[in-house]
C-alpha cells in the first residue's frame, strides 16, 4: 500500500503546474484523498481535500487558483495549480485516509503519506 506523488518542478509565478498521486493498494473510491505542502521551519500545511463522493474542500490560500480531482479508473488524484506564486513554493504531499468521507485538514486524520514532490515557483 503506497502513494507515488509526481509532478514537482520549477515555474514561473503565473504559470500552472499539475501534480499527481497514484495509489496503490488502496480503494480509491472509499477514502479521502488530500494534498498538504511544507516549506523548511513550517508545519505542513493542507492544500487541499477530495472524498469518494467527489466533494472537495481547499483552504482560503488556494480556492480559485487550484483544483484538487480524481480518477477512480486510475487510482490517481491530481492537484491543479494555476495562478502559482512564489509563495505556493514547497515540498508537496499526498495523503489518503482509507474508508473516510470527512474532508478534514489536520495530518493526523490521514494514515497514508507519499513522498513529497518539490515544486518551486520563481518570482
Known amino acids: 500500500v503506497q502513494l507515488q506523488a509526481s509532478g514537482g518542478g520549477l515555474v514561473p509565478a503565473g504559470g500552472s503546474l499539475r501534480l499527481s498521486c497514484a495509489a496503490s493498494?488502496?480503494?480509491?473510491?472509499?477514502?479521502?484523498m488530500a494534498w498538504f505542502r511544507q516549506t523548511p521551519g513550517k508545519e505542513r500545511e493542507f492544500v487541499a481535500a477530495?472524498?469518494?463522493?467527489?466533494?472537495?474542500y481547499y483552504p482560503d490560500s488556494v480556492e480559485g487558483r487550484f483544483t484538487i480531482s480524481g480518477d477512480n479508473t486510475k487510482n490517481t488524484v491530481y492537484l491543479q495549480m494555476n495562478s502559482l506564486k512564489p509563495e505556493d513554493t514547497a515540498v508537496y504531499y499526498c495523503?489518503?485516509?482509507?474508508?473516510?468521507?470527512?474532508?478534514?485538514?489536520?495530518?493526523?486524520?490521514?494514515?497514508?503519506w507519499g513522498q513529497g514532490t518539490l515544486v518551486t515557483v520563481s518570482s
Open positions: 495523503a489518503s485516509r482509507n474508508f473516510g468521507a470527512r474532508l478534514s485538514t489536520k495530518m493526523a486524520y490521514y494514515d497514508l
Open positions: 477530495i472524498n469518494g463522493g467527489g466533494s472537495t
Open positions: 493498494g488502496r480503494t480509491f473510491n472509499r477514502a479521502v
